[in-house]
């Protein structure tokens, strides 16, 4: 896992996706690392000049493997060990695909405060875990045929009927891997995460850069 500073007002959890069920080792060079290390050094070009810490999780295996959840064990490890480092701050955790999963399951510790969901891999109504005090964002392609959008679309709708500050943005025509419109992903994550941790008064993001974010 690479971190950012020692210290930081708040804390950004990358989580990359994986499969259903394998016990094969996570390596750097598999494309859902790749792409999510893409999306950390991005987020940590941006977010960084707040001073927010990003870091982005490499799980020890590839799967969910359910009952064991072998990536949810992964990320709370990481999470207690930012605690240690970086304090209570409020935490954001941004997940693609089963990574989103994992962030849904872990909505209820007591500091993370967002959750971003970028295609989410959803099966099982992972989205209802959010509790109704956390800020949701859910983001997916279309045209997706690994994870579903209509799904996470329903259970973000079920989450801001509970009271979820949720929102479902949809790519028209993008599939599943975030390569339509790459710098869009990150812009829209970034600007999530921000202005979340704005609400929580750990970090002030002013009109100009705002405006600048979204050119």
């Known amino acids: 896992m690479d971190n950012g500073s020692a210290t930081?007002?708040?804390?950004?959890?990358?989580?990359?996706?994986?499969?259903?069920?394998?016990?094969?080792?996570?390596?750097?060079?598999?494309?859902?690392?790749?792409?999510?290390?893409?999306?950390?050094?991005?987020?940590?070009?941006?977010?960084?000049?707040?001073?927010?810490?990003?870091?982005?999780?490499?799980?020890?295996?590839?799967?969910?493997?359910?009952?064991?959840?072998?990536?949810?064990?992964?990320?709370?490890?990481?999470?207690?060990?930012?605690?240690?480092?970086?304090?209570?701050?409020?935490v954001a955790v941004v997940g693609h695909s089963m990574g989103g999963r994992v962030a849904a399951h872990l909505a209820a510790v007591h500091n993370v405060r967002a959750v971003a969901a970028l295609a989410p891999w959803w099966p099982e109504s992972d989205g209802d875990l959010v509790p109704a005090d956390r800020s949701l964002m859910v983001v997916h392609g279309t045209a997706d045929r690994w994870t579903d959008p209509t799904s996470s679309r329903v259970q973000t709708e079920r989450a801001l009927a509970r009271g979820v500050n949720a929102s479902w943005t949809p790519l028209t025509g993008a599939g599943h891997f975030m390569l339509t419109r790459p710098r869009w992903w990150h812009r829209i994550t970034a600007d999530f995460v921000l202005d979340a941790f704005a609400a929580e008064g750990v970090v002030t993001a002013t009109t100009d850069q705002k405006a600048g974010r979204n050119a």
């Open 8 to 90: 930081a007002p708040a804390y950004v959890l990358v989580l990359p996706g994986g499969k259903p069920r394998s016990a094969a080792p996570s390596r750097f060079w598999h494309l859902s690392n790749l792409r999510m290390a893409w999306m950390a050094r991005s987020l940590r070009s941006t977010l960084g000049r707040h001073g927010i810490a990003v870091a982005r999780l490499q799980y020890r295996v590839r799967g969910w493997n359910a009952p064991d959840n072998s990536p949810v064990h992964d990320a709370r490890i990481a999470l207690e060990r930012a605690r240690l480092r970086f304090g209570d701050v409020p």
